[in-house]
């Protein structure tokens, strides 16, 4: 199994062996196990066997349908694998009825024991290890993850009316989450994350938890954790836990920033120089202009929805011009002021809907571009980018990023470095569900609409 992972990653994690993994599951009276996946579209799967299952699951010999999983095969060729990570095994913090629970994230693989190119993680395991191999970099990523909180009708449905009307750092009683999010915040320590902070977002109902970088893998893992985490203790307190990016017209959506640097083989910040503009070094300057160049052409990756592009509007923090800045929150790209081991890029653009998993592979795959091809990114933007008139912004060349899914997806067909980073498979599976998903919200008929036209024509 360890054939696929970048060599940083296997031999800087232990592996724990399948007797110990056994040893855990019986010294923690495990009876449930869940083996967890992802589809394309980066939401959680899992099948659950019992504890006695467990030794056959370790050992590769699970199977699973994929005909029916988003993106993955049809039914004349659906058998295929579980192959549990090890490194993920984890007992979850709770009792389901009687049986306590553990879970393992899985990549999945075909039915000739090769690796299934159409499961995302295979995949960003495959960018990982070819950047590794080729330049000896590893890719960290730190997210910050936003969302709201609704309430829920007594029969469970969900209601728009947030569950507070608090604002940006605000405390309780008014911040009506934080017992919510200490919970969550709890609950991820146990699980062995390094929290870093929680707070308020600025809209009402809306919320941030952040956790420590690491590499892009065990983030992405990490992602995946929290929103179903997250869901779960909601739930426990009458409450739904969304990352759709755009819930409420009228205020800020949610975002999930991503801070991504790159070390080299001694653990040194490859995007540190002491001497360089910034401090920051030419690598970092080429991958900044690698993002910058190839951004528009996946962004229908790192803002998946319909809905995605709701956020991205001029008048609500999120960026909508691709241009950056040291400082300047009004671009898509800035450096936040801590150097050294800390020199890092952050992208603002991405939403919480994304599939981490292919985010993260497009956005190396994009910064390695230009730092291979040594794209160096335009003068940076110390100005309010809302600010500039299109004449302005034509000159500084910042251009607007796509403004519909729509437009996106055209944009994404065109991008060879999309293609690249994704993998033929998951590539045209991509596009093919979501222009079906335009398809179906532009012949529908929205509330808006009959609102608007209903009387008037």
Same mark, same amino acid.
């Given at each position: 199994?360890?054939?696929?992972?970048?060599?940083?990653?296997?031999s800087?994690?232990?592996?724990?062996?399948?007797?110990?993994?056994?040893?855990?599951?019986k010294?923690?009276?495990?009876?449930?196990?869940?083996?967890?996946?992802?589809d394309?579209?980066?939401?959680?799967?899992?099948?659950s066997i019992?504890v006695?299952? %467990?030794?056959?699951?370790?050992?590769? &010999?699970?199977?699973?349908?994929?005909?029916?999983i988003?993106?993955?095969?049809?039914?004349?060729?659906?058998d295929?694998?579980f192959?549990p990570?090890?490194?993920?095994f984890?007992v979850?913090p709770?009792?389901e009825?009687?049986?306590?629970?553990?879970?393992?994230?899985?990549?999945?693989?075909?039915?000739?024991?090769?690796?299934? &190119?159409?499961c995302p993680?295979?995949? %960003?395991?495959?960018?990982?290890?070819?950047?590794?191999?080729k330049?000896?970099?590893t890719?960290?990523?730190?997210?910050?993850?936003?969302?709201?909180?609704?309430?829920?009708?007594?029969?469970?449905?969900i209601?728009?009316?947030t569950?507070?009307?608090?604002?940006?750092?605000? %405390?309780?009683?008014?911040?009506?989450?934080e017992v919510?999010?200490?919970?969550i915040? $709890?609950?991820?320590?146990?699980?062995?994350f390094d929290?870093?902070?929680?707070h308020h977002?600025?809209?009402?109902?809306q919320?941030?938890?952040?956790?420590?970088? #690491?590499?892009?893998l065990?983030?992405?893992?990490?992602?995946l954790?929290?929103?179903?985490i997250?869901?779960?203790?909601?739930?426990?307190?009458?409450?739904h836990?969304t990352?759709?990016?755009?819930?409420?017209?009228?205020?800020?959506?949610?975002g999930m920033?991503?801070?991504?640097?790159?070390?080299?083989k001694?653990?040194?910040?490859?995007?540190?120089?002491?001497?360089?503009?910034?401090?920051l070094?030419?690598e970092?300057?080429?991958?900044i202009?690698?993002?910058?160049k190839?951004?528009?052409?996946?962004?229908?990756?790192?803002?998946?929805?319909?809905?995605?592009y709701k956020?991205?509007?001029?008048?609500?923090?999120?960026?909508?011009?691709? #241009?950056?800045?040291?400082?300047n929150?009004?671009?898509?790209?800035?450096?936040?002021?801590?150097r050294g081991?800390?020199? /890092?890029?952050?992208? /603002?653009?991405?939403?919480?809907?994304?599939?981490?998993?292919?985010?993260?592979?497009? %956005?190396?795959?994009?910064?390695?571009?230009g730092?291979?091809?040594?794209? $160096?990114?335009?003068?940076p933007?110390?100005?309010?980018?809302?600010?500039?008139?299109?004449?302005?912004?034509? #000159?500084?060349?910042?251009?607007?990023l796509p403004?519909?899914?729509?437009? #996106?997806?055209?944009e994404l067909?065109?991008?060879?470095?999309?293609k690249?980073?994704?993998?033929?498979?998951?590539y045209?599976?991509?596009i093919?569900?979501k222009e /079906?998903?335009?398809?179906?919200?532009?012949?529908?008929v929205?509330?808006?609409?009959?609102e608007?036209?209903? /009387?008037?024509?």
């Amino acid at each position: 199994m360890t054939d696929m992972y970048p060599k940083s990653l296997t031999s800087s994690t232990p592996v724990p062996g399948v007797d110990d993994i056994m040893k855990m599951a019986k010294e923690h009276d495990v009876k449930l196990i869940r083996l967890q996946f992802v589809d394309i579209h980066g939401r959680p799967k899992n099948m659950s066997i019992h504890v006695a299952q %467990l030794d056959k699951a370790l050992n590769n &010999e699970i199977m699973l349908d994929g005909s029916s999983i988003a993106g993955f095969r049809t039914i004349e060729t659906s058998d295929m694998y579980f192959f549990p990570d090890r490194r993920t095994f984890k007992v979850l913090p709770w009792v389901e009825g009687s049986r306590r629970v553990a879970r393992i994230v899985c990549d999945m693989y075909n039915a000739d024991q090769t690796p299934f &190119e159409g499961c995302p993680r295979n995949n %960003l395991k495959r960018v990982l290890a070819e950047v590794e191999s080729k330049l000896g970099y590893t890719y960290n990523v730190g997210p910050e993850l936003e969302f709201f909180l609704f309430k829920k009708n007594h029969d469970g449905t969900i209601t728009m009316d947030t569950h507070d009307s608090a604002g940006y750092y605000d %405390l309780g009683p008014d911040d009506m989450g934080e017992v919510v999010r200490s919970e969550i915040v $709890e609950t991820l320590e146990n699980l062995g994350f390094d929290m870093e902070a929680d707070h308020h977002e600025v809209a009402q109902g809306q919320h941030e938890i952040d956790f420590k970088y #690491a590499d892009a893998l065990m983030t992405a893992d990490n992602v995946l954790t929290v929103k179903i985490i997250s869901r779960i203790i909601a739930a426990r307190h009458g409450l739904h836990c969304t990352f759709m990016p755009k819930p409420i017209y009228g205020v800020n959506g949610s975002g999930m920033h991503c801070n991504m640097s790159l070390g080299d083989k001694a653990g040194n910040n490859v995007f540190f120089d002491e001497n360089g503009e910034y401090q920051l070094s030419t690598e970092a300057h080429h991958f900044i202009g690698g993002i910058l160049k190839h951004i528009r052409g996946v962004t229908a990756i790192t803002n998946p929805l319909v809905n995605s592009y709701k956020r991205l509007v001029p008048g609500y923090e999120a960026p909508v011009y691709t #241009a950056w800045s040291p400082a300047n929150r009004s671009a898509l790209l800035r450096v936040p002021a801590k150097r050294g081991k800390s020199t /890092r890029i952050e992208l /603002r653009s991405p939403d919480p809907s994304t599939n981490p998993y292919l985010a993260f592979a497009t %956005l190396l795959q994009a910064g390695i571009d230009g730092i291979e091809n040594k794209i $160096e990114p335009p003068k940076p933007a110390e100005v309010n980018i809302y600010n500039l008139s299109e004449e302005e912004r034509a #000159a500084r060349k910042i251009e607007p990023l796509p403004g519909s899914l729509y437009e #996106a997806l055209a944009e994404l067909k065109t991008s060879p470095i999309a293609k690249k980073a994704l993998g033929d498979h998951i590539y045209n599976e991509f596009i093919a569900t979501k222009e /079906r998903e335009w398809k179906s919200f532009s012949v529908n008929v929205s509330p808006w609409e009959l609102e608007t036209y209903m /009387r008037m024509h």
